[in-house]
């Protein structure tokens, strides 16, 4: 109910702050597990993907430290997103997040793992393709773009899903890891660049 209420309230303060255009909302699918992953370049990527990009719930993972704040952590646990910590293998986030996925939902994942602006550049982290070579679920990558300033224009363009197939039997392999979370980055990059 509350996450309702906060898309609701969410959609209405993007009508009024932004003008949103959003490309290929048809190569979302409904019904089955998949990750949604972005470039991230403002705080608010995470609600605008929530909104805008499928009618479903999207479970983001959110930095640890949010979760300090009880008013905070509160809201973010009725917004389905949960802590996990960053540098480090976070067990309690990969079954969070493979929970999410056994239950055919949607878990919403920055591969870089932290907002960068416009031209830096990270390696992605292997967190990305380890959870979607495990569920064998697909990868719609999203490219963002916008300043978000008042009544600009912030676009997401939504790819095709990315297919990891060859990488399923893939264990520990930490290079096949990173290999496969560069190539959903690289089609993340592409979105950004085409928009």
Not at 82 to 96: C, H, L, Q, Y
Not at 99 to 115: A, M
Request: proline share 5%; hydrophobic share 45%.
């Amino acid at each position: 109910m509350i996450y309702r209420i906060v898309r609701l309230l969410a959609n209405l303060i993007f009508f009024l702050l932004y003008r949103i255009d959003v490309k290929g909302k048809e190569n979302i699918p409904e019904g089955v597990a998949l990750i949604i992953s972005s470039n991230h370049i403002h705080w608010l990527d995470p609600v605008i993907i929530a909104a805008k990009c499928t009618r479903r719930k999207v479970s983001f993972m959110a930095k640890h430290e949010l979760f300090e704040n009880k008013p905070l952590a509160w809201l973010l646990d009725h917004l389905t997103a949960f802590p996990v910590k960053r540098g480090e293998a976070d067990v309690t986030a990969i079954k969070s997040a493979l929970r999410i996925l056994k239950n055919n939902q949607v878990l919403g994942i920055f591969p870089e793992g932290t907002r960068l602006k416009e031209g830096e550049e990270k390696k992605p982290e292997p967190g990305i393709a380890m959870l979607a070579i495990k569920s064998k679920c697909g990868v719609i990558p999203v490219g963002i773009k916008g300043n978000y300033k008042f009544r600009s224009t912030i676009h997401l363009n939504i790819g095709v899903p990315v297919n990891l197939e060859k990488y399923y039997g893939v264990k520990n392999d930490k290079d096949k890891l990173l290999e496969a979370s560069q190539e959903i980055m690289d089609r993340i990059t592409e979105l950004s660049k085409n928009i």
